[in-house]
């Protein structure tokens, strides 16, 4: 692991914007009212942004901009001139850029960094969508029709069915559960309620998943500001969380004892930041699928092996319970534009640490766990990063 950090960097504050099917606009268009409304919330104009970073996973593939999204996308906000750098990293590519910029702070090379998210990953024709999503894994499609992911973690559902006696109900109080929270929350791409019963009816993916357990295409962008305390100080930045801990990891195609990229991830943040994974009071996990929450918990060590079931069922993560897991509503119901997925979850942790998340927020939380994996290599995901932010 690196040397420890010399600061801790702060959040100033960021924004997510709505998460929906936008095939009509640009990715400039889609990004540009994100950027300025971070811009203006937090009072930091675009000539003090020293740096940024851009996630985007498809653009290449999807909207036709390979080599230079983030100038692309950053120009029309006034953000010109500064170093700044497009992070491709799957699933993790705006968690991955938070990284990045928490590193440049928190080893003294910048005071002031902007992070974005942007996907637009709808198209007309649905299977350049999957066929984009499919150039972030090893794995070859099993059906252009719909994305490998799919397959993936339909096959690790049905282990973990075997193994630990979950039901196909399980995952569908998961995303049931999430989509309650999605409710809440006016930027989620679903805000339709639905019972426990209509995920189980919709119509199967790939068995035991369904539809509704599974993280739908769509576009949208979020974006945050990181700062050094003495940028904070001087520019008398009050509602600051901050970033006490920054895991990036890459997968291990055969496998490891010590766990998947997810497991080392965590294990990774927990020892960076001093924290316990008892002290998470609220926490935002990658759900691609219903499943893949009840995994991440376990493997961030939230709880023991086979005990999600257990947290689940008592209400433990719902909105309300002990420990809150994706009161945006997640994945599966908020929505994936990939490139803005983890950056949106930064913003959601930061808005509930500083009891500004509305109706959804989870009491009034100290810490806080953002997590994400991106892509597939092997039986592993290709990278997978954890951040823990505190008050």
């Given at each position: 692991m690196a040397n420890a950090p010399a600061l801790i960097p702060l959040v100033a504050g960021g924004m997510v914007g709505p998460f929906g099917r936008f095939t009509e606009q640009s990715l400039v268009e889609i990004a540009r009212p994100v950027l300025e409304g971070t811009l203006k919330d937090t009072g930091i104009a675009a000539t003090d942004v020293q740096a940024a970073f851009v996630g985007n996973a498809f653009g290449g593939a999807i909207v036709d901009q390979e080599s230079i999204m983030a100038q692309a996308l950053l120009a029309p906000a006034g953000i010109r001139g500064v170093p700044m750098q497009t992070v491709k990293n799957a699933?993790?590519?705006?968690?991955?850029?938070?990284?990045?910029?928490?590193?440049?702070i928190a080893y003294g090379q910048y005071d002031c960094v902007l992070v974005l998210g942007a996907e637009?990953?709808?198209?007309?024709?649905?299977?350049?969508?999957?066929?984009?999503?499919?150039?972030?894994?090893?794995h070859k499609s099993v059906d252009e029709n719909r994305s490998v992911f799919m397959d993936v973690n339909a096959a690790r559902a049905n282990r973990y069915m075997e193994r630990y006696g979950a039901t196909q109900r399980h995952f569908a109080q998961v995303a049931a559960k999430n989509r309650a929270h999605a409710v809440m929350n006016e930027r989620a791409s679903?805000?339709?309620?639905?019972?426990?019963?209509?995920?189980?009816?919709?119509?199967?993916?790939?068995?035991?998943?369904?539809?509704a357990m599974c993280g739908g295409v769509v576009d949208g962008a979020a974006c945050v500001v990181l700062v050094s305390p003495a940028f904070a100080r001087k520019r008398g930045l009050s509602h600051t969380s901050r970033v006490v801990a920054s895991g990036l990891v890459s997968g291990l195609p055969e496998g490891d004892e010590s766990g998947n990229a997810t497991a080392r991830a965590g294990h990774a943040a927990y020892a960076q930041g001093g924290i316990d994974p008892k002290d998470i009071a609220v926490a935002e996990v990658h759900d691609a699928s219903a499943p893949q929450e009840l995994f991440d918990i376990e493997d961030l060590m939230l709880c023991d092996r086979g005990e999600a079931i257990r947290l689940l069922e008592d209400g433990d993560i719902t909105l309300g319970g002990r420990m809150p897991v994706n009161v945006s509503g997640g994945l599966t119901?908020?929505?994936?534009?990939?490139?803005?997925?983890?950056?949106?979850?930064?913003?959601?942790?930061?808005e509930q640490l500083m009891g500004r998340a509305g109706a959804r927020q989870a009491g009034a939380p100290k810490v806080g766990l953002a997590q994400m994996a991106g892509g597939l290599l092997g039986q592993d995901s290709a990278v997978a990063t954890a951040h823990i932010l505190t008050v």
């Open positions: 699933c993790s590519s705006g968690s991955s850029a938070v990284h990045l910029a928490w590193s440049a637009r990953l709808t198209h007309a024709d649905k299977r350049r969508s999957f066929a984009a999503l499919a150039t972030a894994t090893d679903l805000r339709t309620p639905i019972t426990v019963d209509e995920v189980l009816n919709d119509r199967v993916i790939v068995p035991p998943l369904t539809r119901s908020r929505g994936h534009p990939v490139g803005a997925t983890g950056v949106a979850q930064i913003v959601e942790v930061h």
